[in-house]
T-cell receptor
Framework: AQKITQTQPGMFVQEKEAVTLDCTYD???????LFWYKQPSSGEMIFLIY??????QNATEGRYSLNFQKARKSANLVISASQLGDSAMYFC????????????FGTGTQLKVEL | DTAVSQTPKYLVTQMGNDKSIKCEQN?????MYWYKQDSKKFLKIMFS???????INETVPNRFSPKSPDKAHLNLHINSLELGDSAVYFC???????????????FGAGTRLSVL
């Protein structure tokens, strides 16, 4: 079974600052994928970034980077130069080899970007 | 063009009714999914189809029946709706159903179901 833990129910960050959203995972699968999704107040789920368990380098997509520490089983999302439009709920999720590609989600972190 | 589209966006209905939610993807993906997001925003997989074949069927009441007429469509039919079915239902699709960057799931905008 896979499990995702997000321990920060809410976070605040000042505009233009960087913020790290924490995510730890647990799985017995040797091969897995890690994902971050953004859900703004309008409700849609937006894919942000993907990291494969065998990828040597941390994934980056524009202002988003995934700080992957395999030994610690963590996959933190770093958002650089925060913008007001980054205010949203952020979900960490994973898939595993034995899961039929189903996404297992964490409980989410509500991020608020302030002026 | 919307990649994964769901209809309707909002659905308000009475207990005991039967309703359907439609999902279509124009990404050419082989695998489609239904997820449920509850009132606490927790998301959980319900079903997954790969090329019209059911591959994931989580512990979901059999009042919920997915139907995939072709690999671009995955509809969700719900019989005898109950108050507890009120939630947001998301459809998603991915290129393939196995691990790798090809399994990134793209979501529809969600259907907010309210059962009164």
């Amino acid at each position: 079974a896979q499990k995702i833990t997000q321990t920060q129910p809410g976070m605040f960050v000042q505009e233009k600052e960087a913020v790290t959203l924490d995510c730890t995972y647990d799985t017995s699968d040797p091969s897995y994928g890690l994902f971050w999704y953004k859900q703004p107040s309008s409700g849609e789920m937006i894919f942000l970034i993907y990291q494969g368990s065998y990828d040597q380098q941390n994934a980056t997509e524009g202002r988003y980077s995934l700080n992957f520490q395999k030994a610690r089983k963590s996959a933190n999302l770093v958002i650089s130069a925060s913008q007001l439009g980054d205010s949203a709920m952020y979900f960490c999720a994973m898939t595993g080899a034995g899961g039929g590609n189903k996404l297992t989600f964490g409980t989410g972190t509500q991020l608020k970007v302030e002026l | 063009d919307t990649a994964v589209s769901q209809t309707p966006k909002y659905l308000v209905t009475q207990m005991g009714n039967d309703k359907s939610i439609k999902c279509e993807q124009n990404l050419g993906h082989d695998t489609m999914y239904w997820y449920k997001q509850d009132s606490k925003k927790f998301l959980k997989i319900m079903f997954s189809y790969n090329n019209k074949e059911l591959i994931i069927n989580e512990t979901v009441p059999n009042r919920f029946s997915p139907k995939s007429p072709d690999k671009a469509h995955l509809n969700l039919h719900i019989n005898s709706l109950e108050l507890g079915d009120s939630a947001v239902y998301f459809c998603a699709s991915s290129q393939e159903g196995s691990l790798g960057s090809g399994n990134i799931q793209y979501f529809g905008a969600g259907t907010r179901l309210s059962v009164l």
